[in-house]
């Protein structure tokens, strides 16, 4: 029989409508640790039948409805996946990982406060009984390993959202925004599925048209935006450490787990794991 007491397991919650994170985490994971994936319910979206009491889907909501509700995604429930986190996080401690993630950005920084990320990482604790983080969590701590302290923030999300929740948030945990700005096109979007169509060309494109000269970190939040592949070259162009949400929290759970051998081709963060 194997010997199973000295594997090394992370478990993850990844929102349902989510195809990025998984392939992200088992291209960059070493082959000595395992990844498990556990689907958080957010709206219905896929080919299930309808249901009158979903609240998901809002059609009539228009542009400006958006900028006037906490959070905006077409189909994207974000309070009905965090109920589902507890759940979730209980199902994933039968597998016994030394670690749980909370693979989703948006649905713990949408408050605007660092309290509400918390809560949710002490949630899934209380739940599992296995230490917890969330995406928000690793990226701020990331940063701070990194020694940034000017940011730009460049994402797939509502320049709304992103200057008056997730900004707020970044400042409380102490760093300086510079500037918070959405993709064109992805920014005016209320569709979670549009953000993992959009090709990594178009992140590598668009970041720079958008960082400040003064900013030493340019931030991509989005968990289901393809941002990991365009670190490498985005730090190489700009000069800057460039910390995109997937590729930090794959480095929080790695350094959890004692995990310190450099991980190259994904920015100078993974390269940075003592």
């Not at 542009?63 to 189909?75: T, Y």
């Not at 990320?117 to 917890?132: C, F, H, K, L, T």
Request: charged share 20%.
């Amino acid at each position: 029989m194997a010997n199973l007491t000295n594997a090394r397991r992370i478990g993850a919650l990844v929102p349902a409508t989510n195809p990025v994170v998984e392939p992200d985490f088992y291209r960059v994971a070493p082959p000595e640790i395992t990844v498990h994936f556990e689907r958080m319910w957010n709206g219905a979206w896929g080919s299930q039948p309808e249901i009158a009491t979903e609240t998901g889907h809002r059609l009539n909501m228009t542009s400006a409805d958006a900028n006037e509700v906490e959070w905006a995604l077409f189909g994207f429930d974000v309070g009905r996946m965090n109920d589902d986190v507890a759940r979730g996080a209980s199902a994933l401690s039968n597998i016994g990982p030394q670690v749980l993630v909370y693979a989703c950005t948006s649905g713990t920084w949408h408050k605007g406060y660092l309290a509400y990320d918390r809560m949710m990482a002490q949630i899934m604790e209380e739940a599992s009984g296995v230490q917890s983080i969330t995406a928000v969590a690793s990226c701020i701590a990331a940063m701070r390993h990194m020694g940034s302290r000017k940011l730009s923030i460049a994402g797939p999300y509502r320049n709304f959202h992103l200057r008056n929740r997730l900004q707020p948030l970044v400042e409380e945990a102490g760093f300086e925004v510079l500037s918070a700005d959405g993709e064109p096109w992805l920014q005016d979007s209320m569709n979670p599925r549009e953000i993992d169509a959009e090709p990594p060309q178009t992140i590598i494109d668009f970041v720079p048209t958008v960082a400040q000269e003064k900013a030493d970190t340019i931030f991509l939040p989005g968990t289901a935006w393809r941002a990991l592949d365009a670190a490498e070259e985005l730090e190489q162009q700009l000069g800057k450490t460039v910390i995109t949400v997937n590729q930090a929290t794959i480095w929080m759970a790695l350094r959890r787990l004692g995990w310190t051998k450099p991980i190259d081709g994904y920015g100078s963060l993974l390269r940075n794991l003592d």
